[in-house]
Nanobody, 123 residues
Framework: QVQLVESGGGLVQAGDSLRLSCAAS????????MGWFRRAPGKEREFVAA????????YVSTSVKGRFTISRDNAKNTVYLQMNSLRPEDTAVYYC????????????????WGQGTQVTVSS
């Protein structure tokens, strides 16, 4: 069992930055691939970024590439999502998730999920 708790969301203006954090507890954090997803109102859950167990491999969706960066600190059992140049279309609930497999982009490939943190970007 892995417990995930996101934090760092909020209300910002277009062009601002935010850093989301996801603290993990339970099983050995460094064994897991970690991912970030988001769900905007009325839309399906969307893959944002993922990072492998060591942090040496990352994958970012084309919609946020060049603006968002995923990283992890295994000593702190935490994964981060640095979001720069935020846009109104980035408004969503952001979720972190863990997977016991290679980097994955589909929600069903992840085993554990956090409760989410709201990010709202005003124009």
């Amino acid at each position: 069992q892995v417990q995930l708790v996101e934090s760092g969301g909020g209300l910002v203006q277009a062009g601002d930055s935010l850093r989301l954090s996801c603290a993990a507890s339970g099983r050995t954090f460094s064994n897991y691939v970690m991912g970030w997803f988001r769900r905007a109102p009325g839309k399906e859950r969307e893959f944002v970024a993922a990072i492998n167990w060591s942090g040496g491999g990352t994958y970012v969706s084309t919609s946020v590439k060049g603006r968002f960066t995923i990283s992890r600190d295994n000593a702190k059992n935490t994964v981060y999502l640095q979001m720069n140049s935020l846009r109104p279309e980035d408004t969503a609930v952001y979720y972190c998730a863990s997977a016991s497999r290679a980097i994955a982009t589909m929600p069903h490939q992840y085993d554990y999920w956090g409760q989410g943190t709201q990010v709202t970007v005003s124009s």
